[in-house]
């Protein structure tokens, strides 16, 4: 069972990622970082994609509940892939184009600063800069970016090497610790399916680990 957000806030992923993770079989379980006040129960993963959380963003600070039951999931190792919107949600805050700043998760380094240009826009191809739980070092995929955002944080790990059609605009995105990977980048599961079942794999372990751990307390 794969957690995803699905709101108001959050609404872009590929259906062709969500077919293909149920195919694997996954199921997949919606819930709302906006109006639900906890995470779904007996998840092994979550998966945060695209949207408009800096629109919603005075309603996901107000929602303390949810904010904190997603730190201490992603904190405890649950294994967790956000894009875009996600990043921006998993940050520690967001400032609008009016100046006002609002309290994300918390779980990201760094502040989402809003534009009112695009930052970033249009197909990418990527690579990995390391081994993660999502993949290895030197594996390629394909995507997308379209975001005005900008995300400033000193020290993160980025683990994407981003390239464009023009061949000097290249540079290294995205953040990873532990079992979390957030990225501006839209991946295309059906380009780089071992992402999707790599995410699969490793839930699957943290379903057996939390199993094995709770055997031994009781």
């Keep these: ?34 109006k639900d006040d906890r995470l779904p129960e007996n998840i092994s993963g979550l998966y945060l994609g695209g949207g408009f959380p800096e629109i919603y963003a005075e309603q996901i600070e107000q929602n303390r509940p949810m904010r904190q039951a997603m730190k201490e999931a992603v904190e405890r190792g649950l ?3 956000a894009e875009c919107g996600g990043l921006i949600y998993l940050s520690q805050s ?38 993660c739980f999502l993949g290895r070092k030197g594996d390629k995929f394909r995507g997308h970016e379209f975001h005005y955002s900008r995300w400033n ?20 995105e995205g953040y990873i610790q532990g079992n979390l990977l957030a990225s501006y980048v839209h991946c295309h599961f059906l ?23 709770e055997a031994q307390l009781t």
């Design 153 to 172: 944080a000193e020290n993160h790990s980025p683990i994407h090497r981003v390239k464009k059609k023009r061949r000097d605009d290249i540079r290294v």
């Design 1 to 34: 069972r794969i957690a995803y957000a699905l709101d108001c806030a959050f609404q872009f992923y590929y259906q062709a990622n969500l077919d293909f993770l149920e195919s694997c079989p996954v199921e997949l379980v919606p819930f709302s970082p906006l």
């Design 94 to 131: 967001v400032k609008t184009l009016e100046g006002n700043t609002y309290q994300m998760a918390g779980i990201i380094p760094g502040e989402i600063e809003m534009t009112p240009k695009l930052v970033n826009f249009g197909y990418c191809e990527n690579e990995m800069l390391g081994d």
């Design 79 to 81: 294994p967790t892939y």
């Design 191 to 213: 380009s780089y399916p071992k992402r999707a079942l790599c995410l699969i794999k490793t839930a699957q372990s943290f379903v057996k680990t939390a199993t094995a751990s």
